[in-house]
């Protein structure tokens, strides 16, 4: 039986566990189990904090993870990253109060209130620098006018609550994060770890690709799949009219509209784009 750690609460837990199930493992129900055994796919899931998965799994006590990249980095656990699942997206920053000119090289001797100490230290290791590294739980931003810190190093998404603090970030990300699939460092992956992994690399590049249909005069033909090259080549198939062809390819999502665009400017006719559940490539 895989044995495979998801976060039980916090921003990676809805998107994990929306991402297993279309994978087509069991979905954990509405209470609060700790634990979902799915025979039929002879996995057994642990929903534990997303803080604590690199921990179970670096020691070996559970096969696979999901966490975040930052969770992972600051656990020190002994784990490397599988498969990038494009969710969860975030940067870890150094930030301080606005209009004060902050630079990451004169942060010797500050205060740095931070929920990642080992983020932290590291990078300022790296810097030859000392500062005292203040970890708190969370809510990290308020730390500065509650007089505990000079600074933070924290979890950047939208931005909201730095702006909302009248703080800015300074200096280079510490950490590029999302979620990320981990496993023991060296460990041997076995035939169920790559079918897990097979399904979720599935999922993951359904979501970052659609699927495009149109048709298109046979003269044009050069000309659209030059716009829509597909993974290996377009599908193209005959349509009732011999001077027809209709042509099927795969195209990046984030490129979907300029894409649509080109097709429709080059004389492409009734242009679908639609969604993948998965696939394997
Ligand atoms: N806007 C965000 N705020 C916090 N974490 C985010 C955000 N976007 C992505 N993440 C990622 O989520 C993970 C943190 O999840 P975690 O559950 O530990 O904290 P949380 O979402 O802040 O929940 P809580 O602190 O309420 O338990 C990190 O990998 C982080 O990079
Ligand atoms: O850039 P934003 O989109 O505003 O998101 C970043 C904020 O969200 C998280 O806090 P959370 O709400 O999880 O509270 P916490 O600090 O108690 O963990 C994170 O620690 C930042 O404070
Ligand atoms: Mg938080």
């Not at 979890?155 to 909201?160: A, F, K, N, Q």
Request: charged share 25%; aromatic share 4%.
């Amino acid at each position: 039986m895989l044995r495979v750690a998801m976060p039980n609460k916090g921003s990676l837990s809805e998107s994990a566990a929306h991402m297993l199930a279309e994978a087509g493992y069991k979905r954990r129900g509405e209470g609060k189990d700790l634990t979902v055994l799915d025979q039929h796919n002879g996995v057994e899931f642990f929903f534990l904090r997303p803080k604590d998965i690199a921990i179970y799994v670096g020691n070996g006590q559970l096969d696979l993870g999901i966490t975040g990249r930052d969770l992972a980095a600051d656990s020190k656990g002994d784990v490397s990253e599988l498969l990038a699942l494009g969710f969860g997206h975030s940067t870890f920053r150094y930030a301080g109060p606005a209009g004060e000119g902050w630079d990451v090289d004169k942060l010797a001797g500050a205060r740095i209130a931070t929920s990642y100490p080992n983020i932290v230290r590291d990078d300022l290791a790296e810097r030859g620098m000392e500062a005292t590294v203040i970890r708190l739980d969370g809510a990290v931003e308020i730390s500065i006018q509650l007089g505990v810190a000079d600074c933070i190093a924290d979890v950047v998404g939208s931005g909201r609550t730095l702006r909302a603090h009248g703080l800015e970030a300074f200096g280079p990300m510490l950490c590029d994060s999302e979620g990320v699939l981990i496993g023991r460092r060296g460990a041997e992956t076995t035939t169920q770890m790559r079918q897990l992994i097979a399904r979720l690399q599935g999922v993951v590049f359904a979501q970052q690709f659609m699927m495009l249909d149109l048709d298109c005069p046979k003269e044009l033909l050069d000309t659209v799949t030059e716009i829509v090259p597909g993974i290996e080549s377009p599908t193209v198939s005959p349509m009732a009219d011999p001077n027809w062809v209709a042509v099927r390819s795969m195209v990046p999502r984030a490129d979907m509209n300029t894409i649509m665009d080109q097709l429709s400017a080059a004389g492409a006719k009734a242009i679908l784009a639609s969604d993948i559940r998965s696939c394997r490539m």
